[in-house]
């Protein structure tokens, strides 16, 4: 065959295969998923293009154009019930399991992942939202230390850079930067002052990191308060003519409570732990008395003890609705589990859907499926059929959700039958 020839034929054979692998790509693809079956096809094609057009250039031009209507057309749409994501999210967020200290691949295994999703990203159009989702995904792993290592960090970075210029992860760098800084300036901080209690700072430049940074209104604990005149005084004397303004919301404590002979440690947000260090000295206080002494509003406090509540840190008569004159207790006799984080209640629409949920009460919700059932428990299939007729099933996506729901203390386990599920009243 003609060049020409070959070229009419390489341009029918990809588009036939596009049409036939955005098959391959149901609603609820997971972003692991979505990277693998890309790569795949890419291999796939690749070793095609070696041994029927001896990789020549206008051939590889064509499937590229190919490839990346592909890649930019299978990724509109994906998700799970009515939330869907574009190819650059997908791969923020399978960049941002592979970078995580959870995740179990060896370093080797860790790195080629992270290749295949460089050379996917060269084939999005919309990198700027891949960069959008790849630095909030990197803000919490470098605020919450949660990054595997320090050296992946670096060379996903470089890569980047490579890839789409050093304007494009400038602000990373920054962001990757003002962490070591603020390493040494914390070791230098508790050298000098010997505070009564260890803390990380994390010192960032307005600028580079991605949010807000409109200070948080809390009333906090005294010996906080003096711990923070300290730091501000010592950084005016390295730093001057520099504001630091405080972000309460995005910190976390590590709080140690003693209840009934037993020591239990708390990861809480700010919110939640002035709350809890208010039930120092009284065991039973109101909804008011919790938002005066905090310096919230009614709705944010009333948030904050429900996220307590979940883990039956604090406990409320059956039947209140949390009003300002309902009292809220401390429980003393608490069995959360020890080192157990105790998280703010989910609102995001889009998360709250990502977990097969509705952003409607839970209780309701399940209150009504029993109704309709007439049973006191679910199996896993009644379980998947249900959730069947609400959104394209993946069985592994349904258990990840119940084992969520589990551990939040919605559902249960039959001590019994370990396929039966029952709802936690």
């Not at 119940?402 to 203390?409: F, P, R, T, W």
Request: aromatic share 8%.
């Amino acid at each position: 065959l003609s060049l020409s020839q070959n070229l009419n034929s390489a341009s029918l054979f990809f588009r036939l295969c596009r049409y036939e692998n955005a098959k391959s790509f149901p609603s609820g693809q997971t972003p692991h998923g979505y990277v693998d079956t890309l790569c795949d096809l890419h291999r796939t094609y690749a070793e095609f293009l070696t041994r029927a057009f001896a990789d020549d250039a206008r051939v590889l031009a064509c499937v590229d154009r190919a490839f990346k209507a592909l890649v930019n057309a299978t990724g509109r749409g994906l998700g799970s019930g009515n939330v869907s994501f574009s190819s650059a999210e997908l791969l923020a967020q399978f960049a941002d399991s592979l970078l995580r200290k959870t995740q179990k691949l060896s370093e080797q295994d860790c790195d080629a992942k992270l290749n295949d999703v460089i050379l996917l990203l060269r084939y999005v159009e919309d990198k700027d939202i891949f960069q959008k989702f790849y630095s909030r995904f990197l803000a919490k792993r470098l605020i919450n230390d949660t990054s595997g290592s320090n050296e992946s960090e670096e060379n996903m970075i470089s890569s980047l850079t490579k890839l789409c210029g050093f304007e494009y992860t400038s602000k990373l760098q920054r962001m990757f930067k003002d962490i070591i800084l603020s390493t040494a300036l914390t070791q230098d901080f508790e050298r000098d002052h010997k505070p009564k209690f260890s803390a990380r700072i994390c010192v960032l430049q307005a600028g580079a990191w991605p949010m807000r940074t409109q200070a948080s209104q809390v009333t906090l604990p005294p010996a906080l308060l003096t711990w923070i005149n300290q730091f501000e005084n010592f950084y005016s004397t390295q730093h001057l003519g520099r504001k630091l303004t405080w972000l309460h919301n995005v910190a976390t404590s590590t709080l140690r409570a003693h209840l009934t002979g037993h020591v239990y440690e708390f990861t809480v947000t700010t919110f939640q732990m002035v709350m809890l260090l208010l039930y120092n000295d009284k065991d039973v206080r109101t909804v008011g008395e919790l938002a005066a002494n905090m310096g919230l509003q009614i709705g944010e406090v009333v948030s904050t003890v429900q996220s307590l509540l979940r883990c039956k840190v604090l406990l409320v008569e059956e039947g209140r609705s949390l009003e300002e004159h309902d009292p809220v207790r401390v429980n003393l006799a608490s069995k959360t589990a020890r080192g157990r984080k105790i998280g703010f209640p989910q609102n995001d629409e889009r998360k709250s859907k990502q977990c097969g949920c509705s952003s409607r009460s839970p209780q309701r919700e399940i209150e009504k499926e029993k109704t309709e059932t007439d049973e006191s428990f679910l199996s896993f299939q009644d379980i998947l059929k249900q959730c069947s007729e609400r959104f394209a099933v993946s069985v592994p996506f349904v258990k990840k959700g119940i084992e969520e729901l589990i551990e939040k203390e919605y559902l249960m386990r039959s001590e019994e039958n370990r396929n039966e599920i029952h709802y936690v009243a």
